[in-house]
């Protein structure tokens, strides 16, 4: 077993080893506001709760992507799929692994625009 992957396995929240050899699907449970990080790096920042799977911390691209998809009101996403996956991303200058989101939106059924109804 790699380090990473101990490490990764015994943080509180979903960390990009976790993702990097392969995308997960999941069910998002709930979105919450939490204090996030220790003494002066604390921040308040929106956790998104996955069903079967660690809480993810949500950066702004991966907000904006979820609000894009299910809407402005959080409270209607839980019982949407997404898929999250490792990407590289550039943070403080230098080139890391990032966690993205993929929303999962069903397509709309399409229109059946033939009327088969045979009238005698």
Not at 14 to 19: E, P
Not at 41 to 46: D, F, G, I, Q, Y
Not at 59 to 81: I, Q
Request: aromatic share 4%; with cysteine.
């Amino acid at each position: 077993m790699k380090i990473s992957e101990i490490k990764a396995a015994q943080r509180r929240y979903l960390q990009t080893a976790t993702v990097k050899a392969q995308p997960i699907v999941a069910t998002i449970s709930n979105l919450e506001m939490e204090t996030v990080g220790q003494g002066t790096e604390a921040k308040t920042k929106p956790v998104l709760y996955l069903e079967n799977e660690k809480p993810m911390v949500l950066n702004a691209s991966n907000l904006e992507a979820l609000s894009d998809a299910f809407g402005d009101d959080s409270d209607e996403w839980p019982g949407h799929k997404i898929k999250v996956r490792c990407v590289k991303t550039q943070f403080q200058g230098k080139t890391v692994d990032g966690l993205r989101v993929e929303p999962i939106v069903p397509k709309p059924a399409l229109k059946d625009d033939l009327n088969d109804q045979i009238n005698f």
